[in-house]
């Protein structure tokens, strides 16, 4: 019912910039809180940031200080502003929506965008 469209991956170098965007798109639901998470290869996918349909954020300690996650109600997206990037900051990362439809929660999750930070 709900599907995820992620943007904004690609090769940065190192102190470098970008922004990923995620725009959630169908019907018959609203959403609460949504989330950035990355996943390294032979690593656990990891929270980098959420913000809650009340704009109360979380951060990973690693990206503390570098990275700004941001919503759009009105366009139901979630944006992530990712500075000074580091070369371990390189991973697929994804989007995470918390979302309710006749009075169920279920998470829902886009296909991914790899950012890969090198030289």
């Known amino acids: 019912q709900v599907q995820l469209a992620e943007s904004g991956g690609g090769l940065v170098q190192p102190g470098g910039s970008l922004k990923l965007s995620c725009a959630a798109s169908?019907?018959?639901?609203?959403?609460?809180?949504m989330g950035w998470y990355r996943q390294a290869p032979g690593k656990q996918r990891e929270l980098v940031a959420s913000?809650?349909?009340?704009?109360?954020?979380t951060y990973a300690d690693s990206v503390k200080g570098r990275f700004t996650i941001s919503r759009d109600n009105a366009k139901n997206t979630v944006s992530l502003q990712m500075n000074s990037l580091k070369a371990e900051d390189t991973a697929v990362y994804y989007c995470?929506?918390?979302?309710?439809?006749?009075?169920?929660?279920?998470?829902?999750w886009g296909k991914g965008t790899l950012v890969t930070v090198s030289s």
């Open positions: 995470k929506v918390e979302v309710w439809s006749f009075n169920t929660r279920m998470n829902r």
């Open positions: 169908g019907s018959g639901f609203s959403i609460a809180t």
């Open positions: 913000i809650t349909n009340g704009a109360l954020t």
